[in-house]
């Protein structure tokens, strides 16, 4: 496979983050890298694809500034990108959650690595607990976890009620890259929280070094791959699909972009369905014709990646229209 996807972030000092933003786009774009990241005042959080060679530049590069010396790549190879276009945005934190003041620099739950994890995950008085949303967990989660009814992490701090009963126990937080860990585990910590742990790097890590053992069902991602397997040691299928409730872990769209619903859905149900999710949505007059995978690619709607840039190649300002 020729290329590579990277799932990153870094807790860092960036003093101008806008100014960084177009910067790192510009740097980007002569990669042909594509994906996207997001920068804050706190750091970096990035999910990007490209060819490996390219991608290797961009480690070394992001490497060596100082302020990143620490980040941790979790590489992933794959045959072409994941992404259609490349999207820098600057946002006032790196994962939504709306807790800024929160610094895990400072404060967060204490690493553990994927063969920690595995030796401490069933010990007595641990509870493991997935931070992810529920379209996340139902698709897979780790034998025994613990879950959340969230449709995003941002409703994550309003579950705080909820896990008082866990106070006196050893909790193992985990997602999907370890950054929405960082800042639930510190959350915890400021919260009465004694003893935090969390899955350094993830699901997509201990799927890297660990063969992802029992992680239960699939990885849902956020490209256009939807759901991999992490599992190579001991895989199950855990969801259902939507419509008959035979096991199934395909993900997919409903073809109504009106419901546009995000369900796993078997092959069968799909053709007789015809890629929509129920009869209504069979009906709909909107209904978009069934590609065959569930997956429909976002209109680029006259996409211009230098739009914004106020470089050219020749380092000359000048502002794209």
Known sequence: MDYSILLYYCYTRIDNPE???EEHHFFCLELDLRGRIIV??????GTVSGLKS?????????????AFAHIEFKVESWKSHTF???NVRVKSEIVNVGLPHIDPKKNTGQYLEP?????????KDTVVLDVRSNYEHKLGKFKGA?????ENFREFPEKLAE???LKNKKVITYCTGGIKCEKATAFLLENGFDNVYQLHGGIIKHGLEAGGEDFEGKCYVFDNRVAVDVNSVNPVVISKCYICTTDCDRM???ANPTCNLHVPICPDCANSYQGACSRECLEHPDKRPFNGSGYYQKSLNGYNPYRGIRRDRGDKTRLQE
């Open 115 to 123: 063969d920690e994890f595995l030796q401490m995950k069933d010990q």
């Open 146 to 150: 613990q879950t959340l009814d969230i």
């Open 84 to 86: 259609q276009k490349l």
């Open 40 to 45: 804050a005042s706190e750091g970096i959080n």
């Open 54 to 66: 390219n991608c290797e530049k961009y480690m070394l590069h992001m490497r060596s500034d100082p």
């Open 19 to 21: 100014k960084f933003r």
């Open 252 to 254: 997919v769209n409903c």
């Open 163 to 165: 896990l008082q009963h």
